[in-house]
């Protein structure tokens, strides 16, 4: 999945109610100590290393974004369990709705705290790692087994800084070494109405058209499209729509500033040299217009979208993290029709298109973003040991699946948890007041495999959100490491360029989908053309273009 698809990631806490870790342990271990581990990984320390939990811990905690708030740590089981059970507290700092606000206080006060969650290569980051303010921790990946036995070794020169030296932990990173590849993003429909309509084909966009409006006339009530949230003007709907026209073309394409990668030159070239990119936004509008689709899509909220897919008002979506909504929906739904709920299906096309070359999805080893910590932190080794253990098979299972002894006792022969008698019969509402997977400081994809040999234990406990995540997995075909860190310094000439253009994106994709007529569309898609060329548009894809071909050195 890639930098540029964000959103997708940044509701993880929400995906990680259903689904899985990973792990290889021994067959009959219990699950805290599991036997005859078969994963890549030693969870044994060196003989110097410090093992977390023996001593008391507790480390200041700020994730740089406007919408991370505190989670009350301690109120939910798994960090209850933490405290109890591992001697560790963490004191949350929200960053009250302005993370850029708020993080430029932390450094005008020189008041940081121990760690940070933040995108890779932004400004933050590079504003704290040239000015001193971070500790490096190369050592601690040499003492520390686990986060270095599961980081590629091109993944690991890939996150040093220009100084040589690693100041960052990876959050949510795949490898080479794991054949199960996630992502919580594609198309979902309604079963129930889906199945009174009478199962119609559903593969192209005109396909979907046409169902769209059947559903429309059957249930006036019901939203025949569920978009989800929009972010920096472009909902997940649009970008999915824009893959759709096959080729090879993913959703990292659309970011604050579209750009077109030209694999066999490795440019970036202007967006608007794909005749797809305008299509997928004639679609859009066309849906809009005809009201076939979420029509507060740029205004409504997180639990607005949770809410209409919990009590099946949505007939399709096409949105971020349904393994995530579609999990609790489902669970819900479930519980009170067998026959309710969401059912994933292969993503639609064009129907120009080659359908075996619609994969809208990326992978990469980097992760989504990354964990520092600061030179505030007291004890930085302790707190690496935290990370390197919560990355782990036995701390990836607890982020999924909760503390042992809650709703398992023993694992099977992959690290995978073997349901307890409780989690037989929990009932969804008790299960969700337990808050698993709320608490979400880490994730290596040691996640994905638990998840998968989780699946496999018993077919009728098949957790939806994972099959769902390893089904859209399966569309990741381009390694998106070689489009890393391609944000522009914003005092550059390119960055303030950059700057501009973005704003000129956001303002426009809107107005391309609220035209009122096919005049005005055309009038807006010609003058945002115009006026991203005339703002230096190419500078700024020349720059990305630099970017892009180190990358591809530094990956060989």
Known sequence: MSTRTKWSMLLAGVLLFGTA?????????????????????????????????????????????????????????????????????????????????KFGAMVAADDLTDVMMLDRGSTEYAT???????????????????????????????????DGHIYVIPNWFDSSQNPYKYSNTGWTVNRKIYAELGKPELKTFDDLYTYLKQVKAKHPD?????????????NMLFKLIYAGYGGNRTIWNIGDVPSLPNMDTHTLEPIFNDPAYKEAFQWLYKLYREDLVTQDMFTQKLEQVQEKLNTGRAAVTGLSNITGFGNNANNI?????????????????????????????????????VNVITKKAKDPEQIFAFYDWWASEEGQRINAFGPPGLLYNKVDEHGAPIDNEKAKTITPQEKANLKIGLFNPEGSWLFYTIGHYKNLQDPKTVNWGNAASEFFGGYAKLNADQFNNMTLDPKSDAGIIEQQIKQ??????????????????????????????KAG??????????????NLDAMK
């Open 537 to 550: 548009y190419d500078k700024v894809l020349a720059e990305k273009s630099k970017i892009w071909q180190a």
């Open 128 to 162: 704290m790692q040239k000015n001193g303010m971070l500790v490096p921790l190369d050592d601690y990946y040499k003492k520390y087994p686990v986060l270095q036995k599961l980081i590629d070794p091109q993944t690991y020169n890939m996150l040093k800084a220009g």
């Open 222 to 234: 019901i939203i025949p499209l569920e978009t989800g949230m929009t972010l920096s003007g472009v």
């Open 504 to 533: 000129t994106w956001y303002d426009a994709d809107a107005k391309l989908v609220f035209a009122g007529s096919d005049g005005e569309f055309e009038a807006v898609f010609n003058k945002l053309k115009d006026d991203v060329t």
């Open 21 to 101: 870790l990973t792990a290889c342990s021994g067959k009959g271990g219990t699950a805290e100590t599991p036997s005859n581990s078969t994963a890549p990984v030693n969870d044994k320390g060196g003989a110097e290393a410090a093992k977390f939990g023996e001593q008391p811990l507790e480390f200041s905690f700020y994730s740089n974004y406007d919408f991370a708030s505190p989670i009350g740590y301690g109120n939910d089981a798994t960090t209850k369990w933490l405290k109890e059970n591992k001697k560790l507290n963490i004191v949350e700092i929200g960053s009250n709705g302005n993370a850029k606000q």
């Open 333 to 369: 739904l479930q519980a009170k029709d067998p026959n309710d709920g969401y059912d994933y299906i292969p993503f639609l096309y064009d129907k120009e298109a080659d359908p075996k070359t619609v994969n809208p999805h990326t992978y990469g080893t980097l992760g989504w973003n």
